[in-house]
């Protein structure tokens, strides 16, 4: 295979740009390759192209998205679901699949959060990488995407975000990083918007000082589909491939070049990095995947991603030949299992609730009733209401799907509150009051407001979206076959209101700020002590777990590790995630209430107990000095928390850190109070203010003048005093 040092100009720049929608472009002795959607299956379109999932595309295995796959707190299921996209890929001649996708969930009304795993960046961290491994693994190339600070789909293209560096620095980058460093995607794709008024393509700090010389990066960074505006500066940032395709970007580089406003070399390295791609590309012979065996993969997914929200008075699991149970909503028969937009899979098969709960009733001696509830626009909502009322009045169990539709949520739009629709709102209050015990299962890419309907049913099930295998999983769930094992990887609010960006989403006049800060989901929550709906960690199963004897120790420079003890208290098998949380820590800088900083899933049997050991590296106690430009340890105690959820801590312990000791140099620009605290020349100079304040203590003489530069307080002094003191401390200055 040639190298970009063999090409003429013409040929490495044509190389920088697609071929057509999803392939690579050729040059002498360089093949093309095919890129294409993911990340939760293989989007392979087979007539014409899109990136909104339009048009057709050849079959494959649906597997649960990220919403669901990051409620199940289990990075080797993601490992696993990547192997096996992986597998697809290959057989149908794709050499590197789109995704996964890692961005942070800012705001419940992104419409593209279906795609994404968690508002907490370790959590999305640990499972992109993990989905990547496993794609990697299983040969096909990995995309993590959308880099960076991509957080909505209103004006998408061209939003610029405004967001302080700390915020940024322990939000919104660590996930991407975590990927990166863990498992070296074959590609990084950029995002649309702008950050600080500057394209995503063609921001050098992002793509180059951050990725590649912070990160050491050497992978291929490409564009998401249409973001590159300017080609010579897309390039010059350190961007390799723009895709889909653009003959004239090609044009404009080698103009560039020959003009002398682009250095040949960048497009050398871009090219190579391009030609270096084609590593991945398949072989003509791959072997057919496994579809059965892949459909069973994405039955046991789904079943571990749905998440018990409620259950009072065991109204789950249905008991068998507990009476007859009335399945109310069309989503029970026509299922939605996936979100929309490009990631949109056609999927091999699709198991239907509705039909698979009657199959489980058939087997456990109960009969089912099905009733519509609502339908299309054309339909009696009335009618449908007064049907499904009808059977929830003849049944012992209701169980009711309900949630959002495709054209409530997709890619491309964010949605414009946290309501399910007031059909089904109706629906479900009617259903509640006849039924002797009612059951929702919720369906959606993104957290619904559960007012105000929540307390007049018996049970919730968190369904999210489940793949094409979810059918089968939520009737094993609904008739405890299966044990629930998720927990929310995303809080859910009572109100639109209370949420953390509220005000600040999406955005004003081309821009939107990130006002909260550091306080993205569980950590405002938890911060300003108010209670969501449900929060961040939480889910129920069918058995209990009991957590304790939390023992923490410091292993090294700022590292730590914490045992405890987990045991299951019930009558039956079950899995248990063991959240690990740093409580808050010392100063200089603020902190949010609770930070989550390892976790661990683990399954037991009855009455069986385990200790699970978790490492926190130093990371987990560092903050983004954003002056330093590092991560910085503060000198302190720091709380270490575990518990079921951000809410629920069952045991903690303290630990003491010797962190980093900053001796800042002072000058005459620094305060009062910064000279009386320096662990060098404090002493003197608090020395120096009790004999000169006549008498007031010194402590509160900081207390009043502490903020005052120095220099602003030696210019008060009058004459030789104040020269005097000046040369002094001047003395200092120099001799440090």
Not at 58 to 70: E, L, N, Q, R, S
Request: some cysteine; glycine content about 12%.
């Amino acid at each position: 295979m040639s190298t970009a040092a063999d090409l003429s100009l013409e040929d490495r720049a044509r190389l920088l740009t697609g071929a057509d929608f999803w392939t690579t472009a050729t040059a002498p002795g360089v093949p093309s390759i095919v890129l294409t959607d993911g990340p939760h299956g293989v989007r392979r379109q087979v007539g014409d192209s899109d990136h909104l999932g339009l048009n057709e595309a050849a079959p494959a295995t649906c597997f649960p998205p990220a919403v669901a796959v990051g409620s199940s707190w289990n990075p080797d299921l993601a490992r696993r679901i990547g192997a096996a996209v992986a597998a697809e890929a290959r057989a149908l001649g794709v050499a590197v699949v789109l995704g996964p996708g890692v961005n942070i969930k800012r705001h419940p009304l992104c419409g593209r959060n279906f795609e994404y795993y968690s508002e907490d960046p370790l959590l999305a961290g640990a499972l992109g990488a993990a989905q990547v491994q496993g794609l990697q693994g299983g040969g096909a190339g990995a995309s993590v995407k959308h880099f960076a600070l991509n957080n909505q789909e209103t004006e998408r293209m061209r939003i610029s975000v405004d967001a302080d560096p700390r915020t940024v620095r322990e939000i919104y980058l660590p996930a991407f990083e975590r990927v990166v460093r863990d498992a070296a995607p074959a590609t990084v794709m950029c995002s649309y918007n702008r950050i600080g008024g500057v394209y995503a393509s063609e921001n050098a700090w992002l793509l180059t000082t951050v990725l590649r010389d912070e990160w050491g990066y050497d992978g291929l960074l490409v564009s998401d589909w249409g973001a590159v505006h300017d080609p010579v500066a897309a390039v010059r940032a350190g961007l390799d491939l723009e895709m889909p395709h653009g003959p004239a970007s090609t044009a404009r580089i080698v103009a560039a070049v020959r003009s002398g406003e682009l250095d040949e070399a960048a497009v050398t390295r871009a090219a190579q990095r391009v030609i270096d791609l084609t590593r991945w590309a398949p072989s003509d012979d791959e072997p057919a995947p496994d579809l059965d065996a892949h459909h069973a993969l994405a039955r046991e997914a789904a079943a571990e991603c749905a998440v018990l929200l409620r259950n009072e008075n065991g109204a789950l699991p249905l008991a068998p030949g507990a009476g007859p149970v009335a399945v109310i909503g069309e989503l029970a028969r026509t299922p939605r299992y996936q979100g929309g937009g490009s990631s949109h899979i056609n999927a091999a098969r699709v198991d239907v609730p509705l039909d698979e709960i009657a199959a489980r009733g058939a087997g456990l001696g109960f009969d089912v009733e099905f009733a519509a509830g609502y339908g299309s626009d054309d339909d009696d909502p009335a009618a449908l209401r007064a049907e499904a009322v009808a059977a929830a009045d003849r049944s012992a169990v209701a169980v009711v799907f309900v949630g959002l539709t495709e054209s409530e949520e997709s890619e491309g739009f964010d949605r414009p509150d946290l309501a399910i629709a007031p059909h089904q709102v109706e629906l479900l209050r009617a259903v509640a009051a006849a039924a002797p015990r009612t059951v929702v299962v919720l369906v959606g890419g993104g957290v619904v407001e559960l007012e105000p309907w929540h307390d007049e049913v018996d049970a919730i099930l968190e369904a999210f979206l489940l793949g094409q295998g979810g059918g089968a999983a939520i009737a094993d769930l609904l008739v405890g076959l299966a044990e629930p094992s998720g927990r929310l990887a995303e809080t859910i609010p009572h109100r639109l209101e209370e949420t953390p960006a509220f005000g600040n989403f999406p955005g004003e006049l081309g821009a939107v700020r990130y006002g909260e800060g550091l306080l993205v989901g569980y950590r405002w929550y938890t911060t300003r002590r108010i209670a969501p709906r449900y929060p961040f960690g939480h889910g129920l199963g069918y058995t209990t777990f009991a957590i304790d004897d939390l023992v923490a120790e410091v292993t090294g420079a700022d590292t730590a590790t914490a045992t405890v003890r987990v045991t299951n208290t019930g009558d039956r098998a079950g899995s248990h995630v063991v959240q690990l949380y740093v409580g808050g820590g010392p100063g200089p800088v603020f902190r949010p209430r609770r930070s989550l900083a390892a976790f661990r899933k683990v399954a037991l049997d009855p009455g069986a107990s385990t200790t699970v050991t978790l490492a926190l590296p130093r990371r987990a106690f560092a903050h983004w000095d954003a002056n330093r430009g590092d991560w910085v340890v503060a000198p302190g105690d720091y709380t270490l928390e575990a518990g079921r959820s951000s809410a629920d801590i069952d045991v903690d312990s303290t630990i003491a850190l010797d962190g980093d000791v900053i001796v800042e140099p002072l000058g005459m620009e620094s305060t009062i109070a910064e000279w009386a605290a320096h662990p060098v020349a404090g002493e003197g100079f608090r020395a120096a203010l009790a004999g000169s304040t006549g008498g007031m203590p010194v402590d509160q003489l900081l207390e009043l003048a502490g903020s005052m530069p120095l220099g602003k307080a030696l210019d008060m002094l009058p004459g030789p005093a104040g020269d005097e003191a000046r040369a002094q401390l001047e003395a200092v200055i120099a001799g440090q």
